[in-house]
């Protein structure tokens, strides 16, 4: 491929002196000696080598093996199905090339390929400043806790949309609800071992999960005839721990609750085989929590049949009857259990189906989408991936920006950014699905999305909770916390994700205005989609930030309900991401929450929303984006116009409620909004648990050193200017000071007294020399900080209708946009 190259190197084969040098190094700590054994058990997930997504360590199936040197290899085994064709052909070259790279001719590994997967002599970048995909670069294999048994199969499901809507279940009233037996009367059939919960907490973790040999915990069939169902949820984002056969065709579930904790059995994923097509199975998750569910008014489990997929390419589905959700009739004296019941009839004889919660969207999938966003020669030049942490299991917290390339520094420090996050609540995968959607369309080349990366500058963080998505949770962390009531923590270590978004935020804040935050949510007891937001209590800015979700109902009215939005800001919420970015200057900060089951707006009344459905509101928070930044502001002015009026209805019917009447002409403005809106306890909140035991100490030693820090804190040196300005400065005080005395002698004297003129002198010199004995105050300068909330005021123009024509607002007519000041200002944001 270089001839040159190749005959320089025969001539002179001595090793590359950095390669051998960092062999020898790192083979001192226990690296590279997969030759003559295996990994040292002492290396833990903490270092930078072993988490390194350059870098897969082998061993994922439970095998203690070494460092495998092409990582390209492992890709094929881990993910064969989530790259498309053509990617797969470019890693192939790769390979072939890297045979290349491993002949004793070329002896260094530092050698970059391009985009046609060629070698060129070109150096790599430092190891772990920018971990991002390329083509050379695997998926990273995703880290369980190591008391975390994986089975080693490769789940994949097609994306389908079903050709006609599927409506909500209609209770009959006939629906039988089965007395829970357990396994007293019944038969288990699989049953997890080992699983954490609370009062033990996370303490390391690896690929592949718990290390040995995987144990078949189904039960073994007799024979062809025995139709004992096999049930399995040891895959990523599965979730059931066990289950017990009371009949036949008849099944008790119970579901694992999150890792190191005692609660939260919501979401359910698991596959099943030794299907029979005519029989009719029932399943009944006796372990559920919360007393009031979409299932109680007509939403249905999800079914996944492979031969289905196989052959007719039919995916996801709802499915099931005589659908029962209802209080569990055997409490353990602490907390009451509720019941889900259905029964199904599969499609096939001997197939193998998954049931779940809502359509699952697991870290692999992720990870696959921004592969083929790096892969792609367009989109990688306007989408820039990076590591924006590492989870506490060390899986990678992926960070995108998002905006098409300045002109100018001016120009890139002009543009406002947009901040969007997904997943903090591992088992509400519909927000993952959402986001998406406005990845897919903001990475389009229609004119809409390229004038929405000209203006804005878009940073996306799609999976903040990898570690509880991997490992099948509904709420937490491996911390055995929910992350969204922990925004405000000072605890790095214990909850980077959330930590380091903040500081992102922070950062950002500092360097130009963020219009708006979102952060996509799931609602297992409301239908429709709706925001959370918070009331400004600025009234200049007032009802502002309410325009936004009103112009999302107009843009989306048969799937956003503006009526479900709640802008209350509870105490109990302080702690959730949308209060805390709003605290922090972000006066539009929201929390999307989409309904795990369907509509009752419009035209899709009583149906379930699908993957595509949820995706098309990805698309209209982009078209909303654009209509609320408008430089024709018509349609804001009528939005707020709208929300006054909804306001004055609002506060009638409120006081009507409580049998008073009040004239609101002059004074309804003045009405607190906290006052009339109801609380947010219908959503789907937890309260905040606090920290768990072994952080407490860890939490008061930081603040205690915080405290200290800002006790002892040193002023900063100062340059010569500053000196000689603060020099000036006192001079100048101590000039005012002998005036004042000066003064003060004069009408202290006697009226009707003269002050000799010697005298005055005398005074002067003897508080003058006074002052020069003294030691000169410093003074502090107070520079007035930049606002982060500079939103303008809308003109006062306005039409009578909502017009959908697009007033663009190109980079080049943006003279009336302000430029912000940037700490670091860059020609590429």
């Given at each position: 491929m270089f001839p040159a190259l190749e005959t320089e190197v025969k001539q002179e084969t001595l090793p590359d002196p950095y390669e051998d040098f960092m062999y020898h190094h790192l083979q001192y700590y226990g690296y590279f000696k997969g030759h003559r054994g295996s990994l040292p058990t002492s290396a833990t997930h903490q270092h930078v080598w072993k988490n390194n997504p350059r870098y897969l360590l082998s061993g994922s199936f439970g095998e203690r093996q070494g460092m495998i040197p092409d990582p390209l290899q492992k890709e094929k085994l881990l993910w064969p199905t989530c790259t498309s064709s053509p990617v797969h052909r470019q890693i192939e070259a790769v390979s072939r090339d890297s045979l290349m790279l491993s002949s004793p001719l070329l002896k260094s590994r530092q050698l970059l390929h391009d985009e046609f997967g060629e070698v060129n002599p070109c150096l790599r970048e430092p190891r772990d400043l920018f971990t991002f995909f390329s083509s050379s670069g695997p998926l990273q294999a995703p880290r369980w806790p190591i008391e975390c048994e994986v089975i080693?199969?490769?789940?994949?499901?097609?994306?389908?949309?079903?050709?006609?809507?599927?409506?909500?279940?209609?209770?009959?009233?006939?629906?039988?609800?089965?007395?829970?037996?357990?396994?007293?009367?019944?038969?288990?059939?699989?049953?997890?071992?080992?699983?954490?919960?609370?009062?033990?907490?996370?303490?390391?973790?690896?690929?592949?999960?718990?290390?040995?040999?995987?144990?078949?915990?189904?039960?073994?069939?007799?024979?062809?005839?025995?139709?004992?169902?096999?049930?399995?949820?040891?895959?990523?984002?599965?979730?059931?721990?066990?289950?017990?056969?009371?009949?036949?065709?008849?099944?008790?579930?119970?579901?694992?609750?999150?890792?190191?904790?005692?609660?939260?059995?919501?979401?359910?994923?698991?596959?099943?085989?030794?299907?029979?097509?005519?029989?009719?199975?029932?399943?009944?998750?006796?372990?559920?929590?919360?007393?009031?569910?979409?299932?109680?008014?007509?939403?249905?489990?999800?079914?996944?049949?492979?031969?289905?997929?196989?052959?007719?390419?039919?995916?996801?589905?709802?499915?099931?009857?005589?659908?029962?959700?209802?209080?569990?009739?055997?409490?353990?004296?602490?907390?009451?259990?509720?019941?889900?019941?259905?029964?199904?009839?599969?499609?096939?004889?001997?197939?193998?189906?998954?049931?779940?919660?809502?359509?699952?969207?697991?870290?692999?999938?992720?990870?696959?989408?921004?592969?083929?966003?790096?892969?792609?020669?367009?989109?990688?030049?306007?989408?820039?991936?990076?590591?924006?942490?590492?989870?506490?299991?060390?899986?990678?917290?992926?960070?995108?920006?998002?905006?098409?390339?300045?002109?100018?520094?001016?120009?890139?420090?002009?543009?406002?950014?947009?901040?969007?996050?997904?997943?903090?609540?591992?088992?509400?995968?519909?927000?993952?699905?959402?986001?998406?959607?406005?990845?897919?369309?903001?990475?389009?080349?229609?004119?809409?999305?390229?004038?929405?990366?000209?203006?804005?500058?878009?940073?996306?963080?799609?999976?903040?909770?990898?570690?509880?998505?991997?490992?099948?949770?509904?709420?937490?962390?491996?911390?055995?916390?929910?992350?969204?009531?922990?925004?405000?923590?000072?605890?790095?270590?214990?909850?980077?994700?959330?930590?380091?978004?903040?500081?992102?935020?922070?950062?950002?804040?500092?360097?130009?205005?963020?219009?708006?935050?979102?952060?996509?949510?799931?609602?297992?007891?409301?239908?429709?989609i709706f925001l959370y937001g918070c009331n400004n209590n600025d009234r200049k800015y007032w009802l502002h930030e309410r325009v936004f979700p009103l112009m999302l109902s107009k843009n989306a009215p048969d799937k956003f309900s503006f009526h479900s939005c709640n802008f209350k800001v509870q105490k109990c919420k302080e702690g959730t991401g949308r209060v805390v970015m709003w605290r922090m200057g972000i006066l539009n900060s929201y929390t999307m929450e989409s309904t795990f089951g369907g509509s009752t707006l419009g035209n899709k009344r009583d149906t379930h929303f699908t993957t595509e459905d949820l995706k098309s509101l990805g698309y209209h928070v982009c078209d909303t984006l654009l209509d609320f930044c408008d430089p024709d502001r018509t349609k804001f002015m009528q939005c707020l116009t709208e929300l006054k009026e909804l306001l004055q209805q609002e506060i009638h019917k409120k006081f009507n409620e409580l049998g008073q009447d009040m004239d609101l002409e002059g004074s309804w403005s003045d009405i607190c909004l906290s006052d009339i809106e109801s609380s947010t306890s219908g959503s789907d909140s937890s309260l905040s648990d606090g920290l768990p035991v072994h952080l407490l100490n860890v939490a008061d030693e930081l603040n205690q050193k915080k405290k200290m820090y800002k006790k002892k804190k040193k002023k900063p040196l100062q340059t010569r200017k500053q000196r000689n300005e603060q020099y000036q400065k006192n001079n100048l005080m101590q000039e005012l000071k002998l005036t004042e005395d000066a003064l003060s002698q004069l009408h202290g004297r006697e009226k009707g007294t003269s002050l000799d003129p010697s005298k005055m002198t005398s005074i002067l010199t003897k508080s003058k020399e006074r002052m020069q004995t003294e030691k000169p105050r410093p003074t502090v300068s107070c520079s007035p900080e930049r606002s982060t909330n500079s939103s303008q005021e809308p003109a006062a123009d306005m039409k009578s209708h909502w017009s959908r024509n697009r007033y663009p607002a190109t980079k080049r007519g943006r003279a009336a946009m302000t430029v912000y000041p940037s700490l670091h200002v860059y020609t590429y944001p």
């Open positions: 080693k199969e490769n789940l994949h499901h097609i994306e389908w949309v079903p050709p006609q809507p599927e409506y909500f279940y209609q209770p009959t009233g006939n629906e039988k609800l089965p007395e829970i037996v357990g396994e007293e009367k019944g038969t288990v059939v699989f049953q997890l071992d080992s699983v954490p919960t609370e009062g033990s907490y996370f303490t390391s973790s690896r690929v592949g999960g718990k290390r040995g040999i995987i144990k078949e915990l189904a039960v073994t069939l007799q024979g062809p005839e025995d139709k004992t169902l096999l049930f399995e949820s040891r895959f990523e984002s599965g979730n059931l721990q066990k289950a017990v056969r009371v009949d036949t065709y008849e099944y008790e579930l119970t579901l694992r609750t999150d890792l190191y904790t005692n609660k939260h059995t919501q979401w359910f994923y698991f596959r099943v085989q030794n299907t029979r097509k005519d029989a009719t199975y029932r399943f009944t998750i006796v372990n559920l929590l919360k007393p009031k569910s979409l299932y109680t008014i007509g939403m249905k489990p999800l079914m996944y049949s492979q031969l289905d997929a196989k052959t007719h390419n039919i995916g996801w589905r709802r499915e099931g009857n005589e659908i029962r959700y209802y209080k569990n009739n055997r409490d353990d004296g602490q907390q009451a259990f509720y019941c889900l019941t259905w029964t199904i009839q599969f499609p096939h004889d001997q197939d193998t189906c998954f049931f779940a919660h809502f359509y699952p969207y697991t870290y692999t999938d992720l990870q696959c989408y921004l592969l083929s966003v790096a892969n792609n020669p367009v989109q990688s030049q306007f989408c820039k991936l990076r590591t924006l942490c590492r989870s506490l299991a060390g899986n990678t917290v992926y960070l995108l920006t998002i905006t098409n390339p300045s002109q100018t520094p001016q120009e890139a420090a002009a543009k406002k950014a947009v901040v969007l996050s997904a997943r903090v609540h591992p088992g509400e995968s519909n927000g993952s699905w959402i986001m998406k959607g406005f990845l897919d369309f903001i990475l389009s080349n229609s004119p809409d999305a390229q004038l929405l990366r000209d203006i804005f500058v878009f940073k996306v963080v799609p999976m903040l909770n990898p570690d509880g998505v991997i490992v099948g949770n509904y709420r937490c962390s491996l911390a055995g916390r929910d992350l969204n009531r922990h925004y405000k923590t000072i605890l790095k270590e214990s909850f980077p994700c959330i930590w380091y978004t903040r500081n992102m935020i922070k950062r950002l804040l500092e360097e130009r205005e963020v219009l708006l935050y979102c952060d996509f949510h799931g609602h297992s007891r409301k239908n429709n």
